[in-house]
């Protein structure tokens, strides 16, 4: 168990629609990294918050969006969704200035 | 874009034997860590290795770093089923620490 919790496990959603996608980190941990991995690749970063503040970005469209809250939580908002977004979204928790980062076990996330 | 190459793609071995997966990256780093990941779940952390180490054991597991070559590479030795999984290499170097992944090494070991 890394202590970081995703939700929901899978999703379905029909092209265009929006999705929010939730992380709660490890206790103690200050930043909050989300990644997308398609099948067959590995994970690519989309961005990272730390202290409730977008702290760096992947190669993602703004249609990816996220937040931070003060209470370890974490979300990762989707809009205008494609079939292209099909793919497991992994949230990985950490402490700036450390090495480790946790990772949860994902959202498969399904666009038909 | 993927920094890491991870070689080979896959690798079936039998029960016992060492496996060996190599992982080449293109940028400078602080560290270079491998995970595993079974069935397209979540990862799960192996070993981290600095840029200013050249190996590091841990259990089975045994990764060495060539910063000159850009090159990492993860030994398991006396393998498992149970380390049936895919492997991925992810160097740690940007300004602000985020990972960066190759595509991976599935790994196969027969019983």
């Known amino acids: 168990e890394t202590g970081v919790t995703q939700s929901p496990t899978h999703l379905i959603k029909t092209r265009g629609q929006q999705v929010t996608l939730r992380c709660s980190s490890q206790?103690?941990?200050?930043?909050v990294s989300w990644y997308q991995q398609a099948l067959g690749q590995g994970p690519q970063f989309i961005f990272q918050?730390?202290?409730?503040?977008?702290?760096g970005r992947g190669n993602f469209p703004p249609r990816f969006s996220g937040l931070q809250s003060p209470n370890y939580s974490s979300e990762l908002n989707v809009n205008a969704l494609e079939l292209d977004d099909s793919a497991l979204y992994l949230c990985?928790?950490?402490?700036?200035?450390?090495?480790?980062?946790?990772f949860g076990s994902g959202t498969r996330l399904t666009v038909v | 874009s993927q920094q890491g190459e991870e070689d080979p793609q896959a690798l079936s071995i039998q029960e016992g034997e060492n496996a060996t997966m190599n992982c080449s990256y293109k940028?400078?780093?602080?560290?270079l860590q491998w995970y595993r990941q079974n069935s397209g779940r979540g990862l799960v952390h192996l070993i981290l290795?600095?840029?200013?180490?050249r190996e590091k054991h841990s259990g089975r597991l045994r990764v060495t770093l060539d910063t000159s070559k850009k090159s990492s590479s993860l030994l398991i030795t006396a393998s498992r089923a149970a380390d049936t999984a895919s492997y991925f290499c992810?160097?740690?170097?940007?300004?602000?620490?985020?990972?960066?992944f190759g595509k991976g090494t599935m790994l196969l070991v027969s019983p």
């Open positions: 990985a928790s950490s402490l700036a200035g450390t090495d480790g980062y946790s």
């Open positions: 206790s103690g941990h200050n930043t």
């Open positions: 918050y730390y202290r409730e503040e977008e702290n």
């Open positions: 940028t400078s780093i602080n560290n």
């Open positions: 290795i600095r840029s200013n180490e």
């Open positions: 992810a160097t740690d170097g940007s300004g602000y620490s985020t990972l960066t």
